[in-house]
């Protein structure tokens, strides 16, 4: 099995929503915690949720009240809603799990330091795009 398969994403406009799939493998589903980042083109990537398998979930405050994580009790696919998009949303989204460290450790602000640094496992990435 692939261990992570996104799928989703797409062009909106400003204001506008998508979603975002994460189908995960056994294996990258029972890591503990699993995260969202996103990069432009010629910028770093970013943090955007980190999240505790069946648990709670962490946001970068730029998509606080806008994107929500769900997950569903059993059943390995997590998605990423995403509401009241705004161009500086643009960019390739990446599903990523199989923690390098605690979940604990791995908040929004450690990821952004070097999203390798907090996980090993990578989607293939889905572009989303929002124009104004």
């Known amino acids: 099995q692939v261990p992570l398969v996104q799928s989703g994403g797409g062009s909106v406009q400003d204001g506008g929503s998508l979603e975002l799939s994460c189908a995960a493998s056994?294996?990258?589903?029972?890591?503990?915690?699993m995260g969202w980042f996103r990069q432009a083109p010629g910028k770093e990537r970013e943090a955007v949720a980190v999240?505790?398998?069946?648990?709670?979930?962490h946001l970068a405050e730029s998509v606080k009240g806008r994107f929500t994580v769900s997950q569903y009790d059993g059943f390995p696919t997590v998605k990423l809603q995403m509401n009241n998009l705004k161009p500086e949303d643009t960019g390739m989204y990446y599903c990523?799990?199989?923690?390098?460290?605690?979940?604990?450790?791995?908040?929004?602000?450690?990821?952004?330091?070097?999203?390798?640094?907090?996980?090993?496992?990578w989607g293939q990435g889905t572009q989303v795009t929002v124009s104004s």
């Open positions: 999240f505790y398998i069946g648990g709670g979930t």
């Open positions: 056994q294996y990258a589903y029972s890591r503990g915690c």
């Open positions: 990523a799990a199989d923690p390098r460290g605690p979940c604990a450790d791995l908040t929004i602000t450690y990821c952004n330091r070097g999203p390798s640094r907090c996980f090993s496992i």
